[in-house]
């Protein structure tokens, strides 16, 4: 999990990084938008002994931007990842941050090496193509540019699967019409990391949660940043890929049935102690909005949380409709998953509960840089986001340990529940529930698992 601009974009780039190889660098450009360009060195391009390419590739940007963690700008940003041809994934091993050409700021390794899906369509599909293209001669253009209308044929046709099995589905509620009014179970659930997804790049799987859909069943790829996991597996929310099913749907998705330490869940009689606070260090930074099928998600950066010693990287944040999780049986109207990885690659969730009342001015934010597509990103060139205006005044919290609350449904996840909700306005509920009626996994079971909460 680790979305932002310079996140998901590295990641999707390859980089195999020595000085001199950088200094040596010939750069092809990938693709090119307002405000940016990706480039790749195809010079760097190599294949190791386990089969897998690693490459050198760079996003330029046309205005620097802020590092929160040396408080001086940087243009371009270099990673060094592995491809996985065969398998059509990656994972990055390096980032370096650069002023401007040549000009180094700082340089970072990839503790947690993580591989992700290439989803067809989009830039790190590109890369990916540019990365396993071998290098040709004159002989092998012709066998070059078939190969690539056939990719392109085979995306189009499953784009257009999947049209046909979303249109059968919508078919198939609208002769239910009671599915559309159907109460949200009252098992316990929990969330799920997304990738971000996708990421989030240093996308890192956590709590994504996604969102149901109005009105019909609303699935997508799995894009869980879990290694194994099948990236082609559908599910949603209602009716065959619902929350009943998810286990049915893979075998990397069994833990969904056969977990004991599930999320979400209804969080009452916890043990009334003195908890540690909650170390916030938040800060502005730019942000990517996308709606990946399940929920509205913004990836950010420089953000992090402390706890018991611990230092969780802020990774992304995204809603769900109703809350997921319930105090006392009782749901607020929706939440808000702040997802966190550390560098040993623990998952941390942060839950801000949302009630109706006043407009809130970073929700306000994120609504209006709504991508106009399902899976594109916007990423504002100047606008920055103050995810600290999320938090409440009064930070004392629940705590429990739980999972994803979409699948893979992976446990093993810290949960942090505020007890303050904040508000969000008719206005801002209406516009989310226009994108997702409901996309919250049903209450868990807590099989006698401890909960503690700030006295």
């Known amino acids: 999990m680790r979305p932002h601009l ?24 990938i693709s090119a938008e307002p405000g940016k360009r990706v480039e790749i060195d195809r010079t760097s391009i190599r294949k190791e002994d386990n ?46 941050y650069f002023k401007d050409e040549g000009d180094l700021l700082r340089e970072e390794e990839v503790k947690v090496q993580i591989e992700m899906p290439v989803r067809s369509g989009m830039l790190d599909d590109k890369l990916l193509r540019e990365v396993c293209r071998p290098k040709a001669d004159d002989a ?36 239910t019409p009671a599915a559309a009014d159907r109460p949200v179970a009252e098992a316990v659930a929990s969330p799920v990391p997304r990738r971000a997804p996708r990421a989030t790049g ?31 597996v559908q599910w949603g929310y209602e009716g065959d890929a619902g929350p009943d099913n998810w286990a049915r749907l893979s075998p990397e998705y069994a833990t969904c049935a056969s977990g004991r330490r599930q999320s979400p869940i209804d969080i009452r009689d916890g043990l009334r102690v003195d908890l540690e606070p909650i170390q916030f260090s938040y800060r502005p930074s730019h942000f990517r909005v996308i709606d990946n099928g399940h929920t ?19 990774v992304q944040f995204h809603f769900h409709r109703p809350s997921e999780e319930r105090i006392d049986g009782r749901a607020s109207d929706m939440v808000a998953h702040l997802v966190h990885k550390s560098d040993d690659g623990k998952l941390a969730v942060l839950a801000v509960l949302l009630e109706k009342g006043s407009e809130h001015p970073i929700i306000q934010t994120v609504w209006n840089h ?19 205006q999320l938090l409440p005044q009064d930070r004392s919290y629940h705590t429990y340990m739980g999972s994803l609350t979409t699948p893979p449904c992976t446990e093993g996840v810290l949960w942090l529940v505020l007890k303050q909700r904040q508000q969000i306005s008719a206005e801002q509920l209406a516009i989310f ?23």
């Not at 690539?148 to 919508?170: F, P």
């Not at 509205?296 to 018991?308: C, I």
């Not at 100047?382 to 995810?387: G, H």
Request: glycine share 4%; aromatic share 4%.
């Open 433 to 455: 529930a226009r994108l997702y009626r409901n996309n919250a996994r049903p209450i868990q079971a807590t099989f006698s698992r401890m909960i503690k909460e700030t006295r």
């Open 202 to 232: 240093a996308s890192v799987t956590s709590d994504t949660g996604p969102p149901p859909t109005t009105r019909t069943t609303r699935t997508r790829t799995a894009e869980s940043g879990e290694r194994g996991v099948n990236a082609h």
């Open 370 to 388: 709504l991508p106009l597509e399902k899976g594109e990103y916007v990423a504002p060139p100047d606008p920055t986001i103050d995810v600290a």
């Open 296 to 314: 509205v998600q913004v990836e950010v950066d420089g953000s992090s949380l402390s706890l018991l010693g611990k230092r969780y990287e802020l």
């Open 51 to 96: 089969g897998k390419t690693v490459a050198l590739g760079r996003i330029v940007l046309e205005k620097p931007i802020i590092d929160p963690k040396t408080s001086s700008s940087y243009r371009i940003v270099q990673a060094l990842s592995r491809y996985d041809c065969n398998s059509r994934n990656y994972s990055t091993l390096k980032r370096s």
């Open 140 to 175: 092998t253009l012709a066998a070059r540019r078939t190969a690539d209308k056939v990719n392109s044929a085979t995306g189009d046709l499953r784009k257009a699967n999947e049209a046909l099995v979303q249109q059968e589905v919508r078919r198939a509620s609208m002769q």
């Open 6 to 29: 310079t996140r998901p974009t590295a990641c999707l780039i390859a980089m195999i990084a020595t000085a001199p190889s950088l200094a040596a660098a010939a750069w092809q450009v």
